[in-house]
């Protein structure tokens, strides 16, 4: 009787012990992880519809575009910059990031382009950020390509990426400026009048 006893005892640790320990309210690690905070997509037609003066179908319109694409951000740039272009092209800006999380920190950029490209114009400038982590990581360069963006309600958009970190800026402005061009902008914590 106590063999059998102490085998049944011994056959109930060896397969009750790994669903214990499987299950996180026994205190063991488990495989969730906290999702970031993230924006929503009625956040940021709000955001974008009082940052741009323009209606709220408008930006509804272009976050349901981006958000397809891209998903929810983590963060967005909220700035102004001016542009100008005779085939080389220069930018510089300066905006707030503000990141879901609560951190806020003053951002600049500046790049140079290059390509079938004229004008100039100065632009207020809204930009998504994605997958970032940590904010220290937004500044490098981020290369793009102009000749991609697409027009909603006067409000241009074209993606930046660099790593696994994602920008798009939404800008919109004064002036004449019309082509094609490639470039990049290089997102700094300090002002810099050089664009390399």
């Known amino acids: 009787m106590r063999i059998l006893a102490a085998t049944i005892a011994a056959l109930s640790v060896c397969f009750l012990a790994p669903a214990y320990a499987q299950d996180p309210e026994y205190g063991q690690p488990s495989d969730y992880s906290e999702p970031v905070d993230t924006y929503s997509q009625d956040e940021l037609t709000e955001a974008v519809s009082d940052f741009f003066g323009v209606t709220a179908e408008a930006a509804a319109s272009l976050m349901e575009r981006i958000f397809s694409d891209l998903g929810r951000p983590v963060g967005y740039i909220a700035g102004e910059e001016v542009s100008g272009a005779v085939g080389i092209g220069l930018r510089y800006g300066e905006g707030y990031l503000t990141m879901k999380s609560g951190v806020r920190e003053k951002v600049y950029w500046r790049g140079p382009s290059v390509g079938w ?6 632009s207020r400038v809204f930009v998504l950020v994605y997958n970032l982590d940590d904010p220290a990581l937004l500044f490098q360069r981020f290369p793009g390509v102009e000749g991609t963006a697409y027009l909603v309600a006067g409000m241009g958009v074209n993606y930046q990426r660099a790593d696994d970190i994602t920008l798009a800026p ?16 290089a997102y700094t914590r300090r002002r810099a009048w050089l664009p390399f």
């Open 117 to 122: 490209d004229a004008g100039g114009n100065a």
């Open 170 to 185: 939404i800008r919109s402005g004064v002036g004449l400026r019309a082509g094609a061009n490639v470039g990049y902008l």
